[in-house]
Nanobody
Framework: VRLVESGGGLVQAGGSLRLSCAASARTFSDYSMAWFRQAPGLERVFVAAILWAGANTTFYADSVKGRFTISRDNAKNAVYLQMTSLKPEDTAVYSC?????????????????WGQGTQVTVSS
């Protein structure tokens, strides 16, 4: 499974960005998908996840709950992260990850496939 993120960039605090992750999986709907982020010098941390198939069951880190929304379009083999009310502390490289037919986990080790990441920078 190949994952390619896009949509990162530079935005002012309070602004919005929408990240996209395109997947090459033949049965994309069989994969739970997640977004993680990694700031310089820090570990990769969980941001959000969405259950496989069409359940639209979602999970969020407390730090982004109410500001970020994860969604998926199985017809387009894509997962999205809509980010609003961005803060400087949201600055990081954001990566999407895939896990086959699993309840989404909050640790990177749970995921088998990763994209290369896209940089999000929020200026104050």
């Amino acid at each position: 499974v190949r994952l390619v993120e896009s949509g990162g960039g530079l935005v002012q605090a309070g602004g919005s960005l929408r990240l996209s992750c395109a997947a090459s999986a033949r049965t994309f709907s069989d994969y739970s998908m997640a977004w993680f982020r990694q700031a310089p010098g820090l570990e990769r941390v969980f941001v959000a996840a969405i259950l496989w198939a069409g359940a639209n069951t979602t999970f969020y880190a407390d730090s982004v709950k109410g500001r970020f929304t994860i969604s998926r379009d199985n017809a387009k083999n894509a997962v999205y992260l809509q980010m609003t009310s961005l803060k400087p502390e949201d600055t990081a490289v954001y990566s999407c990850a895939a896990d086959y037919r699993a309840i989404p986990g909050r640790t990177p080790a749970r995921y088998d496939y990763w994209g290369q990441g896209t940089q999000v920078t929020v200026s104050s």
